[in-house]
């Protein structure tokens, strides 16, 4: 996936990169690097492929799917007045398991992935400032 200058990459495990903002992670030791992450639509890509790399553990572990290392890129672009056109993610796998078990987590992410159905779902925003 080509990134746009809004677009992330989320990296974990034997895939971990080694440039970017080390996050703590609950299914790694190392944690997960993520890149770039200086701007506001970065950060919105950002929590989408975060909670894919972090739902992939999960359910890797739950389904008895082996996974050593993942790579989440997420990215979407603005129109003039800033409405998301969308949002896409891209899963790199290092994992040695079937094509099957790598289709069956693939479909249970895409179902319980949290940031994505939120997203999808769409969500008002309000503001409260004070002084």
């Known amino acids: 996936m ?7 990459r989320a990296t974990a495990g034997s895939l971990r ?3 970017g903002t080390v996050l703590h992670h609950a ?3 190392e944690g997960v690097v993520a890149a770039p992450t200086s701007t506001g639509a970065q950060l919105l890509h950002l929590s989408v492929a ?24 997420a990215d979407g672009d603005f129109d003039p007045e800033w ?7 891209a899963v790199t796998l290092d994992s040695s398991a079937p094509a099957e078990d790598l289709a069956r987590l693939a479909s249970a ?3 319980v992935a949290e940031i ?6 769409g969500a008002s925003v309000r503001g409260a400032w004070s002084s």
Not at 50 to 73: F, H, K, M, P, Q
Not at 83 to 89: F, N
């Open 109 to 111: 992410v895409d179902v």
């Open 50 to 73: 975060l909670c894919v790399l972090n739902d992939t553990y999960r359910e890797a572990e739950r389904l008895g799917v082996e996974v050593a290392g993942i790579v989440v890129e």
């Open 17 to 19: 990169a080694g440039d």
């Open 27 to 29: 299914w790694t030791t």
């Open 2 to 8: 080509d990134l746009s200058p809004r677009g992330v």
């Open 83 to 89: 409405h998301s056109s969308g949002i896409t993610y």
């Open 116 to 121: 994505p159905r939120a997203v999808r779902a």
